[in-house]
């Protein structure tokens, strides 16, 4: 293992970091599962080091792709609003303001954006549930409920 780190590990991290758009984190961490999946075949893979570079190029693209996938397909995480715009005491008055802004951003969503919204967030529904609901597939759920929370992250910015 020793031996195809210094060998491989400096160019698959060159690699890796150009299919991470020089995300270095994620270079690292698919770096790391590329070199785990070898040495858990090591017994299956030639003994030269030198002709496993194709095997781990491909192994380190697919992880890529992988995780590339993987951030497509989760909404954005509502945290990523700016929570500090709101107050964070118990006063009563920032309450209801803070509703009203909620509320009016959401008059301002497109119905099915609203209608999605409501379905998952307030009824705190399942995207099934959402979607046998709504009558609409899975997926679009999915895809609606991303849609939404952007749109209504730059209508409570306005």
Not at 125 to 139: N, V
């Amino acid at each position: 293992m020793t031996e195809l780190y210094v060998a491989h590990a400096e160019a698959l991290r060159r690699f890796l970091r150009r299919l991470t758009l020089g995300d270095l984190q994620a270079a690292e961490d698919l770096l790391q599962e590329t070199l785990l999946r070898a040495w858990r075949h090591l017994d299956q893979l030639p003994t030269d080091v030198a002709s496993l570079r194709p095997w781990l190029f491909t192994v380190a693209r697919r992880l890529a792709i992988d995780a590339a996938r993987t951030r497509q397909v989760r909404p954005t995480e509502v945290g990523s609003v700016d929570l500090t715009w709101f107050a964070a005491d118990d006063n009563g008055i920032d309450q209801v303001l803070a509703a009203e802004t909620i509320r009016a951003a959401l008059a301002r969503l497109t119905e099915e954006h609203r209608r999605v919204l409501l379905e998952v967030y307030i009824q705190e529904r399942s995207t099934r549930e959402a979607a046998a609901i709504l009558g609409i597939p899975e997926g679009t759920v999915k895809s609606r409920t991303h849609q939404a929370l952007r749109a209504l992250r730059a209508k409570v910015r306005c």
